[in-house]
């Protein structure tokens, strides 16, 4: 069964601090890989996707992921957080074309940036 | 700007009462997803239909939770009776899956339903 891992629960950083963010995948066949972003009293937003292509993947607000295949990792990473990044951070991953396209999400990591 | 609409925001109930949460897709998706969201158990996946047939609620407890579409432009979760265990917000979410091809199955989230059940 497909499963997510992110292993940072709770990121605390100061402003202008780069941000990586930890997510793992277990699926031996092609996925589609995402990180979704839920602000404070919000639903969750995508920030980016990978589907196919370049495994650098740039998406809203600055943040970029890169899939590395061989090591089943999808980390997300911006160069200089803002306080406005303060949010619970969601990896996710699906399989296409298979029988079930529901996402199956990681546990999520809290990050608090302090101004 | 479509956008996924949930109703209502916010329920406060008491302990035994029937809860109805709705939600309307986005028009044109034809994938619903319910999900649970608390401190504790964090994101949980509750039911999800496929043009409007339910495929997955195994993580549904099923001798109170219950979920439809009685159409394409409207899924229901219903809570009967409600326990204050049931205290979460509730998100569904649409997106498109066109099965066997790459690509796609983003979903997007509605605003959720606060459910606080006394």
């Known amino acids: 069964a497909q499963s997510v891992s992110q292993h940072n629960h709770h990121v605390i950083l100061s402003e202008a601090a780069s941000l990586e963010l930890g997510c793992n995948y277990s699926?031996?066949?092609?996925?589609?890989l995402f990180w979704y972003v839920q602000y404070p009293g919000q639903h969750l937003q995508l920030l980016l996707k990978?589907?196919?292509?370049?495994?650098l993947v740039k998406g809203i607000k600055g943040f970029e992921a890169e899939f590395i295949k061989s090591k089943f990792s999808f980390n997300l990473r911006k160069p200089s957080v803002q306080w406005s990044d303060t949010a619970e951070y969601f990896c996710?991953?699906?399989?296409?074309?298979?029988?079930?396209?529901?996402?199956?999400f990681g546990t999520g990591t809290l990050l608090a940036v302090q101004p | 700007d479509a956008r996924v609409t949930q109703t209502p925001r916010h329920k406060v109930t008491e302990m035994g009462q029937e809860v109805t949460m709705r939600c309307q897709p986005i028009l044109g998706h034809n994938t619903v997803f319910w999900y649970r969201q608390t401190m504790m158990q964090g994101l949980e996946l509750l039911a999800y239909f496929r043009n409007r047939a339910p495929l997955d609620d195994s993580g549904m407890p099923k001798d109170r939770f219950s979920a439809e579409m009685p159409d394409a432009t409207l899924a229901t979760l219903k809570i009967q009776p409600s326990e204050p265990r049931d205290s979460a917000v509730y998100f569904c979410?649409?997106?498109?899956?066109?099965?066997?091809?790459?690509?796609?199955?983003?979903?997007?989230f509605g605003p959720g339903t606060r459910l606080t059940v006394l």
């Open positions: 699926y031996g066949g092609t996925v589609n």
């Open positions: 990978y589907f196919s292509g370049d495994p």
């Open positions: 996710a991953v699906n399989a296409p074309g298979g029988a079930t396209n529901k996402l199956i």
């Open positions: 979410a649409s997106g498109f899956s066109n099965r066997g091809l790459a690509g796609g199955d983003e979903q997007f």
